[in-house]
């Protein structure tokens, strides 16, 4: 009888301690997919693998990556079975599978899901240009509106500060009495055109005065210029870009572009279960004309070729939007959900798993794995060719207005300088001198009438003839 007792214990401890060894190095299925999943040397790396060996530092266990044999994330067919990394978990080939493995409501009854770690959508990725419609307006998205108002407002601004300019500077208009004035506001809205399509509309200024603004306007205008060559040539942000396919409804609605998704994915299951005939069609469009993929880098493969639209989860998208400069997201998002763990159904890791994303996502370690993974390429780009505010030509803005200022400035000394030595030849008190010749100069009609005052003694003395 103890004999018996005896080699039952000793039966047992090694049953619990073939199970605690089981148990210390878990089984984990994974898929390659950039950024959760990449191949480094014999390893692997990525935002999947570091959330593993976070969890594993929490919950204290060790454990074994392997990849899902076929590839796939894990579709039910007609007879219940389930493939890829949740068929891996349902025959227990596989204790957990961490991915980028969307919870779904058919998901969860096959297999324990832990808490989402990551939130995302179902969207569309295309190639920017055929993505793009040729707007009517396009060539104004270099600036802003507010930049092309402050333009509009600086050209006014110059030209009417030329025709005061030529009208004050007496180096500009000598003889006010006789001559006419060549700078007139018309003459001098045209000469400021002129140099800003850097074509010389002559006659040009004179007068230092006048120089001085015209040097500021050529100026104003090169740069500007410059600005707006350099922005139109690469003003297709995203953006500034006007998407032909801004969802799923313009989607559905043509036949022109071809679009699919993965094939054993739950953006598949998504579309194939709704009921939202939008989406229907477009599931029975994938169905029809074969155009599944069978990984995410065919998709993103495709949809560069062009004539392409990969339907997939937006964080993933973002990606390659981030890597690929050509591509672009169409800012239509359906369908949230969250990415989760997967575990054995009813096993109690669940829980602890879903404790320690939470922990994760609390501490700000979820947040911190995500800005480390997904650091973009293109975004130098993207800053680039926004279009350009007048802050940031306020520089250019600032010289054009001290250019005018000082051209005034100097109009005025001018003809101060010229009404003191006028009024020091003609003993005029210098006040009225001036006063005189600002009025000579601003009244109306000046044309007419110096031309009626330059004949008046002509005719005068033809009379006295
Ligand atoms: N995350 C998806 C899944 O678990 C795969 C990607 C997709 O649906 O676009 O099936």
């Known amino acids: 009888m103890l004999f018996v007792f005896f080699l039952w214990s000793v039966g047992f401890f090694f049953k619990i301690g073939t199970c605690t060894a089981a148990q210390s190095e878990l089984r984990i299925t994974t898929i390659l997919q950039e950024p959760y999943t990449m191949p480094k040397g014999s390893q692997l790396e990525g935002f999947c693998m570091d959330l593993l060996s976070e969890v594993a530092k929490k919950l204290d266990f060790k454990y074994k990556v392997h990849l899902v044999k076929d590839g796939s994330y894990g579709r039910q067919d007609d007879n219940g079975r389930w493939n890829g990394m949740v068929g891996e978990v349902v025959r227990g080939e596989a204790d957990l599978a961490i991915a980028p493995l969307t919870l779904t409501a058919a998901r969860e009854k096959a297999v324990g899901m832990s808490k989402p770690f990551m939130q995302t959508g179902i969207s569309i990725l295309l190639r920017k240009d055929i993505s793009e419609g040729t707007g009517f307006f396009d060539f104004l998205t270099p600036f802003s509106a507010e930049t092309w108002i402050g333009i509009i407002i600086a050209y006014l601004g110059t030209a009417v500060c030329f025709a005061i300019v030529a009208r004050v500077s007496p180096s500009e208009w000598s003889q006010p009495q006789s001559e006419q004035n060549t700078f007139s506001l018309p003459h001098s809205l045209w000469y400021a055109v002129g140099a800003l399509t850097l074509q010389g509309a002559g006659p040009h200024p004179r007068a230092f005065s006048g120089r001085v603004i015209c040097c500021s306007w050529w100026l104003f205008a090169m740069v500007i210029l410059a600005c707006y060559f350099s922005n139109l040539s690469s003003s297709k942000s995203p953006e500034s870009t006007q998407l032909n ?93 969250g990415y989760s763990i997967a575990a054995t159904l009813g096993s109690p890791i669940i829980k602890n798993l879903s404790v320690a994303i939470l922990q994760l996502s609390e501490a700000g370690e979820l947040a911190y794995l995500q800005s480390k993974w997904w650091a973009s390429s293109c975004l130098e780009d993207k800053a680039k060719v926004t279009a350009l505010h007048p802050h940031s030509l306020k520089g250019m803005f600032a010289v054009l207005a001290l250019g005018l200022t000082l051209g005034m400035l100097l109009a005025v000394l001018e003809l101060a300088s010229r009404s003191r030595s006028r009024a020091e030849e003609e003993k005029k008190s210098f006040c009225r001198v001036l006063t005189e010749e600002l009025s000579l100069r601003f009244r109306k009609n000046d044309n007419n009438s110096a031309t009626k005052r330059a004949q008046e003694p002509a005719e005068k003395e033809t009379e006295k003839a």
């Open 245 to 337: 396919v801004k969802g799923f409804e313009d989607l559905a609605k043509q036949d022109v572009i071809e679009y699919g998704c993965l094939s054993a994915s739950s953006t598949l299951a998504f579309f194939k279960n709704s009921d939202n005939p939008v989406y229907r069609r477009i599931f029975e469009h994938m169905e029809r004309s074969k155009s599944l993929v069978l990984t995410m880098d065919e998709g993103i493969r495709r949809a560069k070729e062009g004539n392409f639209a990969f339907i997939g989860e937006s964080v993933s998208l973002d990606l390659a939007v981030a890597r690929h400069c050509d591509l672009v997201r169409a800012h239509e998002v359906v369908g949230m959900r």
